[in-house]
Structure formats: structure tokens, C-alpha cells
């Protein structure tokens, strides 16, 4: 069983930038399509991005599409997500889950703990 683990989120003010990763001590990511989920307070999760296992496609949210860019690099065993221009509206808990590549959150059958993205205006 995989155990993603996201770091990297934090404070930042409206235009800003941040880049999440998801990393597994366990066992390797490479297998699995990981997708970016989140929750922002009082609203249902949102898809937010996606990539394949070997990285050959990326699919995204209309909402951060332009603006948000996922990568992975399987042999460090790490994905990423590149978060430009942001808006306080991407405030919410990002969570890193790993599973079949989809834009449906519910083929992701494993999820990390989440990291705090909090954008200021």
C-alpha cells in the first residue's frame, strides 16, 4: 500500500506562486496515475489536476487550467504541482492521492494527510 505524503503548501498573497509535492517512503508512485484534490471551507472537494503514470498525460480543472501545471518525476518518486497566479479562491486543503489516472476524485484510492494553501488579498 502506497502512502502519498504532500509538502510545500503554506501562506501566499494574490499573483503569488507555490509548488506542492507528493512523495512516498513506502513504495513507488511510478504504477500509479496521482491527481491534486482539494477542499476549501464549507465547499465540496474539487478535482484539480491530474497526470498519467509515465507522465504523458495531464489533464486539469477548468478553474486552474493556465495557471496550475503537474509533473512528476518517478525517479525521485515525486509529483508535483506548480501553482502560478494565485487566487485567494485556490484557498483550500490540496491533497495528493494516487490511483487510476481520471478526473473523478473516487479512482484515487490512496490519499496523503493534505497541505494548507492559503492565498491572501
Known amino acids: 500500500q502506497v502512502q502519498p505524503v504532500e509538502s510545500g503548501g503554506g501562506w501566499v498573497q494574490a499573483g503569488g506562486s507555490l509548488r506542492l509535492s507528493c512523495a512516498a517512503s513506502?513504495?513507488?508512485?511510478?504504477?500509479?496515475?496521482m491527481g491534486w484534490i482539494r477542499k476549501a471551507p464549507g465547499k465540496e472537494r474539487e478535482f484539480v489536476a491530474a497526470?498519467?503514470?509515465?507522465?504523458?498525460?495531464?489533464t486539469y480543472a477548468a478553474s486552474v487550467k493556465g495557471r496550475f501545471t503537474i509533473s512528476r518525476d518517478n525517479a525521485k518518486n515525486t509529483v508535483y504541482l506548480q501553482m502560478n497566479s494565485l487566487k485567494p479562491e485556490d484557498t483550500a486543503v490540496y491533497y495528493c492521492?494516487?490511483?487510476?489516472?481520471?478526473?473523478?476524485?473516487?479512482?484515487?484510492?490512496?490519499w496523503g494527510q493534505g497541505t494548507q494553501v492559503t492565498v491572501s488579498s
Open positions: 492521492a494516487a490511483g487510476i489516472y481520471s478526473t473523478n476524485e473516487r479512482t484515487y484510492a490512496y
Open positions: 513506502r513504495r513507488t508512485l511510478s504504477r500509479y496515475g
Open positions: 497526470i498519467s503514470w509515465s507522465g504523458d498525460r495531464t
